[in-house]
């Protein structure tokens, strides 16, 4: 074969060209037709102005020190936080989260040493833009059931000696300020475990906390020590609501759009029942050994 021959059948460099171009027109008319940008083609929720650069999507976040159930030792598990990266989850935000102090959450939130906080009462005013509320805490005033004391309203701690958390005093509002100041022994301490083991001891009338950090540190104690005595739950004190703050209105914007998705697909509700519904069980375990304890003769409740 000459030369001749072989110029014929090897295209030239101009002849592919358009070739070239009739593929890639084909190519940019596909992706159109299902709606589909080249450097978009899988968008989560909320803006996606920060997709190309992923150090814009990282947010950090300041988070409380172990406060169970919500909030495990290491700040990387529990209640709030399950819920908090599920609800990121639903962005193009990714959380990093800090674990310290209360006092030091809001002091580096405010020096913008941190993006966001969480757990802020949706009742009172800070920097930055507040998120709808993702979390709630009931605060109770638990006694020994087999005190039968009568309880139906916050004035009716007044004249008992009481354990509760640090800080109660300011963030429970002022009618339970006037009721504490009332109180014949009144004590704040951060270690809500221990407020379990007192009213045990008889050292405190009624503890007021949440009801499921008070709870689960009732399960807590009889898995450590094999004491459990039954208690009373008074519900005395109304819920509060807690929200996320973050500096840019952005994350809040996303952060709310994620929520709202978990709600709306159940997974919220699973969360929350997961972690309260293993709780409530292991009472009721434990309550049912007390009872076949006591009457050995009778067959367990169902």
Request: charge should be neutral; charged fraction near 20%; aromatic fraction near 8%.
């Amino acid at each position: 074969m000459n030369t001749g021959t072989l110029s014929l059948l090897k295209p030239s460099l101009h002849s592919r060209w358009p070739f070239r171009l009739a593929l890639l027109s084909l190519s940019a008319l596909w992706v159109a037709s299902i709606g589909l940008t080249p450097s978009h083609a899988r968008l989560p929720l909320a803006n996606q102005t920060a997709i190309d650069n992923p150090d814009e999507n990282r947010v950090s976040v300041a988070v409380r020190h172990d406060v169970l159930p919500y909030v495990t030792g290491d700040g990387t598990g529990g209640l709030e936080i399950e819920l908090v990266k599920a609800i990121f989850n639903e962005t193009i935000y990714s959380p990093e989260f800090k674990q310290l102090h209360r006092v030091r959450m809001i002091r580096l939130f405010e020096n913008n040493s941190v993006d966001g906080l969480l757990t802020s009462n949706v009742t009172l005013n800070g920097e930055g833009c507040l998120t709808d509320w993702y979390i709630k805490h009931q605060n109770v005033g638990v006694t020994l059931a087999a005190r039968e004391m009568k309880i139906n309203q916050l004035t009716d701690i007044g004249n008992l000696s009481i354990i509760t958390f640090d800080g109660a005093i300011r963030f429970l509002g002022p009618k339970f300020a006037v009721e504490a100041k009332n109180s014949p022994r009144y004590m704040e301490s951060s270690d809500q475990n221990s407020h379990i083991s007192l009213l045990y001891l008889g050292y405190f009338e009624a503890a007021i906390g949440d009801e499921w950090i008070l709870k689960l540190a009732q399960v807590n104690k009889k898995r450590k020590s094999g004491d459990f005595q039954p208690l009373a739950v008074h519900r005395i004190l109304p819920t509060t609501l807690y929200a996320a703050r973050f500096h840019k209105q952005a994350v809040c914007d996303a952060f709310n759009e994620g929520l709202t998705a978990l709600r709306t697909s159940g997974r919220y509700d699973a969360i929350i029942n997961s972690h309260f519904g293993r709780i409530t069980a292991q009472i009721e375990d434990y309550e049912k050994e007390i009872a076949s304890a006591l009457n050995p003769g009778s067959p367990p409740n169902q």
